[in-house]
């Protein structure tokens, strides 16, 4: 059972503006956990059996024991992304899901690059050894660059529509940031089947894009992503990797999807039919037996 309350508040001080340009000095636990978690924090019981942890300094989601996997979600994605998948690994795996810190880095620092270094982070600050690194999106991208730097504290890697061969644009239009119509109708895009994503998921997106510091944040790491390619990088991670793509993505269409495999050295690519860019979450049913399988042979 999980039950986490933050005092709540929509008003943002000039701390908040501030935080843009500097990193914020953070004094208590509840500031640090309203401006990394947001309104992304599980405030009721979740189906899944996460516990919610925090130090002073990172904030994540945990399930099992065993060996460990780190499951980094994508702008706007949340644990519930893994949720499935996680619970299905939690008899034999230690399942995490760090707060990226999407939404209280300085704007400068708003790259995929940085978030593979917050990665680092987290497993030193934890103590994780020898992790298995999972990733949608632009959590897929931060995973790979740490992959990249640290290869000797992973075991393998699990991609999920990744960002680091492609430009990952915000649609044109975002800007009415009023119109909660339009916000749902872009979120429902990134899935194939958009029934999927439920009212209370799309308030917490239209909430927080009302801020415009946070959205800000987002536009550039929107942008970094044309920039934190990692093309011939990829050749030189040996890592076991496995690779899921949407049939039916439209955000990184699955062309991209052959370009990993053909870089990954050692990789293997699953194609999910009437899937878009979360198959994790889209797909959880089919995702998890060849995780299982992967995560055995590794």
Same mark, same amino acid.
């Given at each position: 059972?999980?039950?986490?309350?933050?005092?709540?508040?929509?008003?943002?001080?000039?701390?908040?503006?501030?935080?843009?340009?500097?990193?914020?000095?953070?004094?208590?636990?509840?500031?640090?956990?309203?401006?990394?978690?947001?309104?992304?924090?599980?405030?009721?019981?979740?189906?899944?059996?996460?516990?919610?942890?925090?130090?002073?300094?990172?904030?994540?989601?945990?399930?099992?024991?065993?060996?460990?996997?780190?499951?980094?979600?994508?702008? @706007?994605?949340?644990?519930? %992304?893994?949720?499935?998948?996680?619970?299905? *690994? +939690?008899? =034999?795996?230690?399942?995490?899901?760090?707060?990226?810190?999407?939404?209280?880095?300085?704007?400068?620092?708003?790259?995929?690059?940085?978030?593979?270094?917050?990665?680092?982070?987290?497993?030193?600050?934890?103590?994780?050894?020898?992790?298995?690194?999972?990733?949608?999106?632009?959590?897929?991208?931060?995973?790979?660059?740490?992959?990249?730097?640290?290869?000797?504290?992973?075991?393998?890697?699990?991609?999920?529509?990744?960002?680091?061969?492609?430009?990952?644009?915000?649609?044109?239009?975002?800007?009415?940031?009023?119109?909660?119509?339009?916000?749902?109708?872009?979120?429902?895009?990134?899935?194939?089947?958009?029934?999927?994503?439920?009212?209370?998921?799309?308030?917490?997106? @239209?909430?927080?894009?009302? %801020?415009?510091?946070?959205?800000?944040?987002? *536009? +550039?790491? =929107?942008?970094?992503?044309?920039?934190?390619?990692?093309?011939?990088?990829?050749?030189?991670?040996?890592?076991?990797?496995?690779?899921?793509?949407?049939?039916?993505?439209?955000?990184?269409?699955?062309?991209?999807?052959?370009?990993?495999?053909?870089?990954?050295?050692?990789?293997?690519?699953?194609?999910?039919?009437?899937?878009?860019?979360?198959?994790?979450?889209?797909?959880?049913?089919?995702?998890?037996?060849?995780?299982?399988?992967?995560?055995?042979?590794?």
């Amino acid at each position: 059972m999980l039950r986490v309350v933050l005092q709540q508040g929509s008003d943002y001080s000039m701390k908040d503006i501030l935080s843009l340009f500097v990193k914020s000095h953070i004094t208590t636990d509840a500031e640090f956990l309203r401006q990394r978690v947001r309104d992304f924090l599980p405030t009721q019981e979740n189906p899944f059996g996460f516990n919610f942890k925090h130090t002073s300094h990172h904030a994540w989601m945990e399930i099992g024991q065993g060996k460990t996997i780190v499951f980094s979600p994508g702008l @706007f994605g949340s644990y519930r %992304n893994f949720g499935r998948i996680a619970s299905a *690994l +939690s008899a =034999t795996h230690r399942i995490l899901v760090p707060f990226l810190p999407l939404y209280d880095l300085p704007i400068k620092e708003c790259t995929i690059k940085s978030l593979g270094t917050y990665l680092e982070s987290f497993c030193e600050d934890l103590a994780l050894k020898d992790v298995t690194l999972a990733g949608n999106s632009m959590g897929g991208g931060a995973s790979l660059h740490y992959a990249l730097k640290n290869p000797e504290n992973v075991t393998s890697i699990i991609l999920f529509a990744s960002s680091g061969l492609s430009f990952i644009p915000m649609r044109k239009g975002f800007m009415r940031l009023k119109d909660r119509d339009y916000i749902k109708e872009i979120l429902s895009d990134i899935f194939y089947d958009a029934n999927l994503l439920s009212e209370a998921e799309i308030d917490e997106v @239209f909430s927080l894009i009302q %801020n415009k510091e946070q959205l800000l944040r987002c *536009l +550039s790491f =929107t942008r970094s992503t044309k920039h934190d390619l990692l093309h011939e990088k990829l050749r030189t991670l040996s890592r076991p990797t496995l690779i899921f793509w949407g049939e039916n993505d439209n955000v990184t269409p699955k062309h991209y999807a052959h370009e990993f495999h053909a870089l990954l050295p050692n990789s293997e690519l699953a194609i999910l039919p009437e899937c878009g860019h979360v198959p994790c979450y889209e797909k959880a049913e089919e995702c998890i037996p060849i995780i299982q399988r992967f995560i055995r042979q590794h």
